[in-house]
């Protein structure tokens, strides 16, 4: 059975930084793409960014681009999104997710509110 | 960067009528790479629909997609009591991945 657990998430201060981790299981993960999507509360999904499974190719959407960096540890069968410099709009429930394409597999989310 | 919208906002139907959910691209979606979700609140989105038209294993045959290029059309042919949620549609043929706004259907 595929699982992704995210990390609990937290508040943060304006300014300040988190990083997320996502542990996966059931899959080889190694062979997966990952993604992080995000959701405000009371609002609509959106893409954060992906990582191939070899982390060498990375994509950002453009609000997190300098900020966040998404990356991964094969040996640990883990996913990480280190946020940097986070404002009250990245406040949101950030998913894990397996894949590149469509998203089969969600993690059941991790509450970062900046305030 | 693809805009998905999604129309209308909020549908109002009732148990067993048929809903028609649109989703819009601002371009064309490469090799109609579109998926479908919903989702229950408090819960994370289910795949419903990938690539348009194919659903996604163990999802019920009321659930249909259909549409190319920037008009892409989630048809539930009769409302069950479980399908008052909202709905997403998200294209992947391009980077970014985008989703559109949600609809959400209601009972009216």
């Known amino acids: 059975e595929v699982q992704l657990v995210e990390s609990a998430g937290g508040l943060v201060q304006p300014g300040g930084s988190l990083r997320l981790s996502c542990a996966a299981s059931?899959?080889?993960?190694?062979?997966?793409?990952m993604t992080w999507v995000r959701q405000a509360p009371g609002k609509g999904l959106e893409w954060v960014a992906n990582?191939?499974?070899?982390?060498?190719?990375?994509n950002y959407v453009d609000s997190v681009k300098g900020r966040f960096t998404i990356s991964r540890d094969n040996a640990k069968n883990s996913l990480y999104l280190q946020m940097n410099s986070l404002r009250a709009e990245d406040t949101a429930l950030y998913y894990c997710?397996?894949?590149?394409?469509?998203?089969?597999?969600w993690g059941q989310g991790t509450l970062v509110t900046v305030s | 960067e693809i805009v998905l919208t999604q129309s209308p906002g909020t549908l109002s139907l009732s148990p067993g009528e048929r809903a028609t959910l649109s989703c819009r691209a601002s371009?064309?979606?490469?090799?109609?790479?579109l998926a479908w979700y919903q989702q229950k609140p408090g819960q994370a989105p289910r795949l419903l629909i990938y690539?348009?038209?194919s659903r996604a294993t163990g999802i019920p045959d009321r659930f249909s997609g259909s549409g190319s290029g920037t008009d892409f059309t989630l048809t539930i042919s009769r409302l069950e009591p479980e399908d008052f949620v909202v709905y997403y549609c998200q294209q992947y043929g391009n980077s970014p991945r985008t989703f559109g706004q949600g609809t959400k259907v209601e009972i009216k």
């Open positions: 059931g899959f080889t993960f190694t062979t997966f793409w």
């Open positions: 690539a348009a038209s």
């Open positions: 371009q064309s979606v490469s090799s109609n790479y």
């Open positions: 990582v191939k499974e070899d982390g060498s190719q990375k």
């Open positions: 997710v397996r894949g590149y394409t469509y998203m089969l597999y």
